[in-house]
């Protein structure tokens, strides 16, 4: 919609009420300039009402992250665990205190019998579905070990809890969508990308796989309009950096702290949250078969050369000295 100011109404230009189109509701206006056709905007509002949506691995972290920011914005929400149902309750009551509501689910991702039957009791609770983030992973202790002595059972259940458990739930989530659909899956791009993190080898290549998987099911879902993408977090709090040893977390933060992540923190559940939400509106629906990092830039970081460099370092004195003035 475009109008025109007139003449007789250049006295009303620093009154919105004024401006052509003001009065309706979900607009934003560019304020206007005497002469010039004024451009209303239609404000970006991403409703997820009468949506709903099943985020595995959400008892906690960034799984529950992704869960409140999607009730906040008025999605019911399957809550899926493994072993903590107490966490798994306690989600879902923050999803109640937004207005919003939803059911727990317990499965092991790791076996397609429990993935099936977690869709099956997501299609009796809600009849469909229409985000699906596969965000559960297995602890590190059952994995966590370098290419040269990591045992079959443990490379077996990084692969099974991601490109395996990926491949099995897109094949039972999309039969319960209608067209539109979203589906994400949570990834760690730098462990598929790099070698030098040994003991991340099996998860690394099991998310790796599921990257892939993300392409291919992108483009057989596309006629349907629903869109699958994967998204990156940097280091988050609360997420698999707690279950790993005491020094590599102090030396995760202190290098945050230096500069290797631009924005010079850890992320934080919310933060993936948005992004999930970002992606999975419907103003996204042209955005498919991508992997977005979503990580304050640590991504831009070139590794190859020390901070002091880059010049990265050189930022932070002058912020610190700012704010110390």
């Excluded at 443990?154 to 395996?164: E, F, G, I, L, N």
């Excluded at 596309?222 to 790993?244: F, K, M, Q, Y």
């Excluded at 419907?282 to 992997?291: F, K, M, N, P, V």
Aim: charged letters at 20%.
């Amino acid at each position: 919609m475009v109008g025109a100011v007139s003449a007789r109404c250049q006295r009303c230009l620093a009154k919105p009420s004024c401006w052509p189109g003001a009065a309706a509701s979900g607009f934003l206006l560019t304020p206007p300039i005497h002469g010039a056709n004024i451009r209303v905007h239609q404000e970006v509002l991403m409703s997820f009402q009468g949506k709903h949506a099943l985020i595995t691995g959400s008892s906690r972290g960034i799984g529950r992250g992704i869960a409140l920011k999607l009730a906040e914005k008025g999605a019911r929400v399957a809550v899926h665990y493994y072993r903590n149902k107490e966490a798994a309750q306690a989600t879902l009551e923050k999803i109640r205190a937004y207005g919003s509501d939803g059911f727990i689910v317990q499965a092991n991702v790791c076996l397609p019998d429990d993935i099936r039957r977690m869709f099956q009791q997501v299609r009796s609770e809600f009849g469909g579905l229409d985000v699906f983030v596969s965000n559960a992973r297995t602890e590190a202790p059952t994995f966590y070990e370098a290419p040269m002595e990591i045992s079959l059972e443990k490379w077996d259940t990084a692969v099974d809890s991601q490109a395996k458990a990926f491949l099995v739930a897109v094949r039972e989530a999309a039969p319960l969508m209608s067209d539109g659909g979203r589906i994400v899956a949570i990834t760690f791009a730098p462990g598929g990308r790099f070698g030098s993190w040994q003991p991340w080898v099996a998860m690394g290549a099991a998310k790796a796989a599921m990257e892939s998987l993300v392409r291919y099911f992108a483009v057989a879902l596309a006629g349907r309009g629903i869109t699958v993408n994967s998204i990156s977090p940097g280091w988050v709090e609360d997420s698999v950096l707690n279950s790993l040893p005491e020094a590599f977390q102090t030396g995760v933060r202190e290098w945050q702290e230096r500069g290797w992540t631009p924005m010079r923190r850890l992320g934080t559940p919310a933060d993936i949250g948005n992004a999930v939400a970002l992606i999975c509106s419907q103003e996204a629906g042209w955005i498919t078969g991508q992997l977005i990092e979503a990580d304050g830039g640590a991504s831009l970081v070139d590794a190859h050369l020390p901070l002091e460099f880059q010049g990265m370092e050189k930022i932070v004195e002058k912020r610190a000295k700012s704010q110390g003035a």
